[in-house]
């Protein structure tokens, strides 16, 4: 299958074949910008391959581009409990439970529901910034807390990571952003969001690669206020969030002819659009 481009149609012309759920969970998608920065994983973001990244980039003085963001855990907790909706080790069962629905209309968004709530995440690159924007939206009564929690690589697409004693556990904070350098040998990483920060730097211990984290952003996630969080190289500009996350709706990004290697392969199934026609079953895949 042809590999997905923001055209404003994508949800028109999605095929018709059905995919069993494990082939849903693990098709994979991608965006990217003109300047070598992309995003790609699986639809339950544990990335099957060494090159995917949500947030993947190129560097002035490294030959190959850098996974620097791999993929994140969101969790949703409510008054009747906690529930893992994007966990690093998946459950392919217990991710069904909740996701009902993967599209391109036009970012990549994930759209889960539960016994009174509906959550929607979705994300974005900046177009020429080094930069992602993540989005979380939730509908339903009561309180309700999201937790977004950063996984980062911080390596050459052509590797993978294991826990080191070189990492630097070391956060720098200031209101409403965060900047770690984990790797002395790559740039920081900038981090702005709204809500809170909870430092708490760690590995995360996963086949094939380790992670590193710096700590869990979390927010009030209240109907109509939106939880955004961004991640840049080096540095963000000072645009808003809510400015940084309509260029990204804005910046027209797709599958760029020169970064090929973040396609489907033979044989890999690619996710325009997964929705279940039963809230309670993904399976209706395609």
């Excluded at 995003?39 to 099957?48: G, K, Q």
């Excluded at 209309?105 to 994930?110: R, V, Y």
């Excluded at 177009?127 to 309180?143: H, I, N, Q, S, W």
């Excluded at 937790?147 to 990492?167: D, F, Q, W, Y």
């Amino acid at each position: 299958m042809a590999a997905a481009t923001r055209e404003g149609r994508d949800s028109e012309h999605v095929g018709s074949e059905a995919l069993a759920l494990a082939d849903a969970l693990r098709a994979t998608w991608a965006i990217a910008d003109d300047e070598g920065t992309s995003s790609s994983s699986t639809v339950a973001l544990i990335p099957a391959r060494a090159e995917h990244g949500l947030l993947v980039a190129a560097l002035p003085s490294i030959s190959e581009r850098c996974v620097f963001l791999s993929t994140i855990e969101l969790t949703l907790a409510t008054e009747a409990g906690t529930i893992a909706l994007l966990p690093l080790r998946a459950d392919r069962h217990a991710l069904a439970a909740h996701l009902v629905r993967f599209a391109r209309d036009p970012l990549p968004s994930w759209i889960f529901h539960g016994a009174g709530w509906e959550v929607r995440f979705s994300l974005g690159l900046v177009p020429g910034k080094r930069a992602l924007v993540m989005r979380c939206d939730r509908r339903g009564d009561g309180r309700a807390t999201v937790e977004i929690r950063p996984l980062l690589a911080m390596r050459a697409v052509s590797s993978t990571k294991r826990e080191h004693g070189g990492a630097v556990n070391f956060v720098k904070m200031r209101h409403e952003e965060v900047h770690v350098k984990p790797e002395p040998l790559l740039p920081a990483l900038a981090f702005r969001f709204s809500g809170r920060f909870v430092g708490s730097p760690e590995w995360r211990h996963h086949d094939p690669e380790d992670l590193w984290t710096p700590g869990t952003f979390r927010a009030s996630a209240n109907p109509g206020a939106p939880t955004l969080v961004a991640c840049g190289v080096e540095a963000l500009t000072d645009e808003p969030l809510e400015a940084l996350w309509q260029r990204a709706r804005e910046g027209g990004v797709s599958i760029r002819p020169g970064i090929t290697s973040i396609r489907p392969r033979a044989g890999e199934p690619e996710a325009l659009m997964c929705s279940a026609g039963n809230p309670k079953d993904v399976r209706n895949c395609r």
